[in-house]
């Protein structure tokens, strides 16, 4: 079973370096990864089971691993959803992080390194979003 928690304040620490260090690619893509491991900790922190359900698998839920993307992954917890819709700033960042050029996965394999603005603009949004997940996962 994985541990999205601790995979989140794992990956949260190896985004901030990344920053620090300047490296934007490596930095959007596990600043995408970071997002999502928030996500999916909120989402089964909010379900009986710590598991998805699958095809061979039926922990007492209807909730899927929604993957790499995190547009999936907050429609896939009502509550967080519906606040979701009510703060567009919030949408808005979720789709820079999820696709600052490209999604966030693929960028693994880019080596176009974006320009200042658009990665100030990531950043922002990035920053944004994890602090307003986090705030969330205090309330849900």
Not at 12 to 19: G, N, S
Not at 52 to 64: L, M, Y
Not at 67 to 95: D, M
Not at 101 to 119: G, L, V
Request: aromatic share 10%; with cysteine.
């Amino acid at each position: 079973m994985e541990d999205y928690q601790s995979a989140f304040s794992e990956r949260h620490q190896d985004t901030e370096i990344l920053c620090e260090s300047n490296r934007k690619i490596a930095a959007m893509h596990f600043g995408g990864i970071t997002i999502e491991c928030l996500l999916k900790s909120m989402i089964l922190a909010s379900v009986s089971s710590q598991e998805w359900k699958t095809d061979s698998n039926n922990p007492g839920h209807t909730i899927t691993n929604p993957g790499h993307s995190l547009t999936a992954a907050l429609k896939s917890n009502n509550r967080l959803y519906s606040r979701v819709q009510k703060f567009p700033e919030v949408i808005k960042w979720i789709n820079i992080v999820e696709n600052p050029s490209q999604n966030f996965i693929t960028m693994r394999y880019s080596s176009s390194e974006p320009n200042d603005d658009k990665y100030k603009e990531w950043l922002s949004a990035y920053t944004g979003l994890k602090r307003w997940l986090q705030k969330q996962a205090t309330q849900l």
